[in-house]
């Protein structure tokens, strides 16, 4: 029986676009790429689905006591509001968006600012900071080792290490792998540009992914969270489950991850959609693995470790959103994992997402976001 429920209509007369899903008979298949996904053509399930409009976006300050249908974190899994950054002023400009050093040092903050005010949590840990730009005819997984902000001859350059008696990943052979920075800049690449769009339905997180993440991503992100991973263990050691008792557990703070989705010119093809995580039942859900690395102090990859995040399967009943024609003084937050919703859904509150395909866009522009996900400690 399905668990989805009934949502409210956010917009009366949506628009369609093509969605990617993979089949009810799909089974998981071994991924190699780093933060990869399945392959494109493991999306067999193509639907032309209506996308809803959740325009007009509050600001900040308004989103808490916004009109009744507006999208929320807590109820929709997603939210997006006017958010206009100091670098859409003099004395920057739009290069100003390609500078990562730039972006870190003004534009994470303000980002970190915003999740405080909509969200109450009082730690913010900027993690990820993705740029996508490329069209989506690019290769399918691009390597993050090659989308970094460094030049193919940059000092930080190394050679993959090969164990003796074992051959290199097949992504790995032929290339090099460049020192991850905390926070992971990708994207930023003067030779490579931004990673393309991601046309396949996905959560990027499990709850047993987001756990993982936590514990093995990097250092930085660990020590963080050391009140989180404690109480954990202490739940593993009495042998009570996580998903039922960690949120009760008087020791236990609640941490979530959230991606701030910003264009950094207005959207003509390819926006991101998102579900409406009422609208998505238990079966829906497909758990796979993903490998990721582990990253140390210095910067450097120690290894791979299998992170779970979920593709999806089709339903009529999803109900699919969109910030129509999104300029970049507006945001999407999306909501990847929360530790009160684990009892709520498989999903714990972390909403489905993908770019979508409109009919007759083809020939616009590719569209331009930077992408930066946070996980937040209340």
């Not at 003067?190 to 993440?213: E, I, N």
């Not at 579900?275 to 490998?291: G, L, T």
């Amino acid at each position: 029986m399905s668990s989805a429920t009934t949502t409210k209509t956010l917009s009366i007369t949506p628009i369609y676009g093509k969605l990617r899903y993979v089949t009810a008979t799909w089974a998981p298949k071994p991924i190699s790429q780093p933060f990869g996904l399945p392959d494109i053509s493991d999306y067999e399930d193509e639907r032309l689905m209506p996308i809803h409009d959740i325009r007009p976006l509050p600001t900040v300050d308004e989103l808490p006591t916004a009109k009744e249908g507006t999208a929320q974190l807590l109820t929709h899994g997603f939210t997006a509001v006017k958010h206009p950054s100091s670098l859409h002023s003099s004395p920057y400009n739009t290069a100003s968006w390609r500078d990562p050093e730039l972006v870190q040092r003004v534009y994470v903050a303000e980002v970190e600012d915003m999740l405080e005010r909509i969200t109450g949590a009082k730690t913010i840990i900027t993690e990820v900071l993705l740029m996508r730009g490329a069209p989506k005819s690019v290769p399918d997984h691009p390597n993050p080792a090659t989308h970094t902000r460094h030049e193919p001859d940059h000092p930080n350059k190394q050679t993959p290490t090969q164990v003796p008696g074992k051959p290199l990943p097949t992504h790995l052979q032929d290339r090099t792998i460049f020192k991850l920075p905390f926070p992971n800049v990708v994207g930023f690449s003067p030779v490579f540009g931004g990673v393309p769009p991601a046309p396949k339905t996905h959560l990027d997180f499990t709850p047993s992914g987001a756990r993982t993440h936590i514990r093995l991503f990097h250092p930085t992100l660990t020590a963080a969270c050391a009140r989180i991973i404690a109480a954990e263990d202490r739940l593993h050691a009495a042998d009570l489950p996580l998903a039922t008792h960690y949120a009760s557990a008087p020791d236990a703070p609640r941490w979530a991850i959230y991606s701030v989705w910003r264009p950094l010119k207005p959207v003509k093809r390819d926006p991101l959609a998102v579900c409406d995580v009422r609208s998505f039942a238990r079966e829906d859900y497909v758990p796979i693995e993903v490998p990721a690395p582990t990253i140390g102090e210095d910067g450097e990859n120690k290894g791979m470790h299998a992170m779970q995040a979920y593709v999806a399967r089709g339903s009529e009943a999803h109900r699919w959103c969109y910030v129509s024609e999104q300029v970049p003084e507006e945001v999407l937050v999306l909501g990847l994992w929360d530790s009160d919703r684990e009892g709520d859904s498989v999903s714990a509150g972390g909403a489905v997402h993908s770019s979508v395909e409109l009919e007759g866009r083809e020939a616009e522009e590719p569209r331009e976001s930077l992408e930066v996900r946070c996980v937040v400690i209340w």
